[in-house]
């Protein structure tokens, strides 16, 4: 496995839920969990291996460092509830993101991307504690991208931009892909927070209100400056 440099989060790692994504790909269940164990390398042939007869776990590694591993997974809560795909796009011009995004060209939610190259998500307050950002696929995704789009509003649900975060765990579900220019809604939910660690969650809908995909998210705070060393 391969993560493609355009594919970062912050600058020289992998994006946490496009990471996330490919190695759930290689279990074949419908949720997963994915566990970060340290920033995923670009440009790398990374190794996976299955952990168990069912295929049901899997691991990556970069040589002998293991960088993340991926179980059977459940969701027993209800999805964070959608807001209106208008409403959505109102919220995305409050991102606050702008001047001081801690990872300016991330893969989902940088503002430096260029239209077309990143997702571009700009998840925007419309509760207290609730992001929405609307999402317009140019063509139909892959699951992996699904993952992908998940990923950033669970951080900024707490804004990542006061506290800087990663992503440290995962438990996503797809249900569905978009259609090529489907306005879609991204939820984020900020649920609580444990020291250093908080716990969001986020869902995707399509245009008629359907349910794409959901997540549960462990978030860590680091400093941006020595990540990654």
């Known amino acids: 496995m391969i993560i493609d440099r355009r594919f970062h989060g912050p600058d020289g790692s992998g994006n946490g839920g496009y990471t996330a994504g490919l190695l759930a790909g290689r279990v074949p269940i419908d949720t997963v969990t994915v566990t970060l164990r340290q920033p995923p390398p670009l440009d790398t042939e990374l190794t996976v291996t299955v952990e168990d007869e069912r295929g049901h776990s899997a691991r990556l590694w970069d040589g002998e460092a293991l960088v993340a591993e991926a179980l059977a997974g459940a969701i027993v809560v209800p999805p964070v509830p959608p807001v209106a795909f208008a409403e959505a796009r109102e919220a995305a011009e409050k991102f606050r993101a702008i001047e001081n995004h801690p990872f300016p060209r991330c893969f989902v939610c940088g503002p430096e991307?260029?239209?077309?190259?990143?997702?571009?998500?700009?998840?925007?307050?419309?509760?207290?504690?609730?992001?929405?950002?609307?999402?317009?696929?140019?063509?139909?995704?892959?699951?992996?991208?699904?993952?992908?789009?998940?990923?950033?509003?669970?951080?900024?649900?707490?804004?990542?931009?006061?506290?800087?975060?990663?992503?440290g765990t995962m438990t996503a579900q797809v249900t569905d892909v978009p259609e090529a220019g489907e306005e879609c809604v991204v939820m984020g939910l900020?649920?609580?927070?444990?020291?250093?660690?908080?716990h969001a969650a986020s869902a995707?809908?399509?245009?008629?209100?359907?349910?794409?995909?959901?997540?549960?998210?462990?978030?860590?705070e680091i400093d941006p400056e020595a990540f990654g060393r």
């Not at 140019?138 to 992996?144: A, H, K, W």
Request: aromatic share 8%.
């Open 190 to 198: 900020a649920r609580s927070r444990e020291g250093r660690k908080t």
């Open 113 to 167: 991307r260029e239209p077309g190259d990143g997702l571009r998500l700009e998840p925007g307050q419309v509760a207290e504690g609730t992001v929405a950002a609307p999402w317009v696929p140019e063509r139909v995704p892959e699951r992996t991208l699904v993952w992908a789009a998940l990923d950033c509003p669970g951080g900024w649900s707490f804004d990542v931009a006061g506290r800087p975060a990663v992503l």
């Open 204 to 220: 995707l809908y399509g245009a008629d209100g359907r349910l794409l995909g959901r997540s549960e998210q462990i978030w860590i």
